[in-house]
């Protein structure tokens, strides 16, 4: 993943501060939001609870409201905090967030358990800058998976390094049925993979897309449709097979390593160095259509000569 700068933390607080995220199972894993260490704390006690929602200048949490954390709110004049907790997989110990907050609502959560309330709390003070990352990665990811959905990332060295996996950490299953595959592509909308088959078999057929990362070692399965192929030259038993996503379903994992790639390749280094390589690339193809063409002369004037009985070499 890119290196995060200050300035590119005050850029997400500034463009998504009011944006809310959604605690779903798939956004936990993506943070890796530590659940067993969140809690609401008034007056030097905490309350377990969980996240439903959060943007960087509220959250919606769900606790149970027991009457002793109901009587310390109430004294407390509905001032909290309420304490986020990520593993960090590089540390024993997770990283916790407090964010101090006013109680600005309660609803219940449902009419069955009265005890069990929404409490919709309003950020008193801006978040810490690692809070703030977390949530903007997220964020922005959302956003570009959108905006630049068909955007394609070719597999090389250079972006290998950036996505986290390689073009040959992939598996894809076609209607259940696991084939080895080479990535050639990837964007958020979907991805290019080479396999063996024959087209009219696997063309318009359901597929999940499973992507290996080495590290930290973890699978991350993307179902879809394969839409379209491509021959490839001098090969009758293998294609080039277009995958597209369902968009519903792409884990936020994929999307967040995707965004990463962008995100470097926005930077002043990585297009000056994407545009030295495409004057690199553009001078040998130069280069290559030259030498083709000498060729082809040369060809050319050895088959007239051939035909009018003349021997080059004979003539020099």
């Known amino acids: 993943m890119s290196i995060i700068t200050s300035q590119q933390i005050s850029a997400y607080y500034d463009q998504y501060?009011?944006?809310?995220?959604?605690?779903?199972?798939?956004?936990?894993?993506?943070?890796?939001?530590?659940?067993?260490?969140v809690c609401l704390k008034c007056m030097g006690y905490q309350w377990p609870c969980i996240i439903y929602s959060s943007s960087m200048n509220s959250a919606k949490i769900i606790v149970n409201m027991k009457d002793s954390l109901k009587a310390m709110i109430k004294k407390a004049n509905n001032v909290v905090s309420l304490r986020f907790s990520f593993i960090q997989r590089d540390k024993a110990d997770p990283i916790t967030f407090l964010v101090s907050a006013k109680i600005v609502s309660y609803t219940p959560y449902s009419r069955e358990n009265q005890s069990l309330v929404f409490l919709t709390l309003q950020y008193t003070q801006r978040p810490a800058d690692?809070?703030?990352?977390i949530l903007g990665q997220v964020l922005e990811a959302h956003a570009n998976s959108k905006n630049r959905r068909d955007e394609r990332i070719t597999l090389t060295e250079a972006s290998e390094k950036i996505l986290g996996f390689g073009a040959r950490n992939a598996q894809i299953s076609i209607q259940g049925v696991p084939r080895k595959c080479i990535l050639r592509d990837v964007s958020f909308g979907g991805a290019k993979v080479i396999i063996m088959g024959v087209a009219k078999f696997i063309l318009n057929k359901d597929a999940v897309l499973r992507i290996s990362i080495p590290d930290p070692p973890e699978n991350i399965d993307i179902p879809g449709t394969?839409?379209?192929?491509?021959?490839?030259?001098?090969?009758?038993?293998i294609a080039a097979f277009a995958i597209q996503f369902n968009q519903d379903l792409v884990p936020a994992k994929y999307k967040m390593r995707v965004n990463s790639y962008i995100r470097a390749a926005q930077s002043p280094k990585a297009r000056a160095k994407a545009q030295a390589e495409e004057r690199e690339r553009q001078l040998s193809a130069t280069r290559a259509?030259?030498?083709?063409?000498?060729?082809?002369?040369?060809?050319?004037?050895?088959?007239?000569?051939?035909?009018a009985g003349t021997d080059p070499a004979a003539e020099g």
């Not at 394969?226 to 038993?237: L, N, P, Q």
């Open 17 to 37: 501060a009011a944006s809310e995220i959604t605690f779903t199972k798939d956004i936990i894993k993506a943070t890796l939001l530590y659940p067993k260490q």
């Open 289 to 307: 259509k030259t030498e083709a063409g000498v060729r082809a002369k040369r060809d050319e004037q050895a088959r007239r000569n051939t035909e």
């Open 130 to 133: 690692g809070l703030i990352e």
């Open 226 to 237: 394969v839409i379209r192929f491509e021959a490839v030259e001098g090969r009758s038993d």
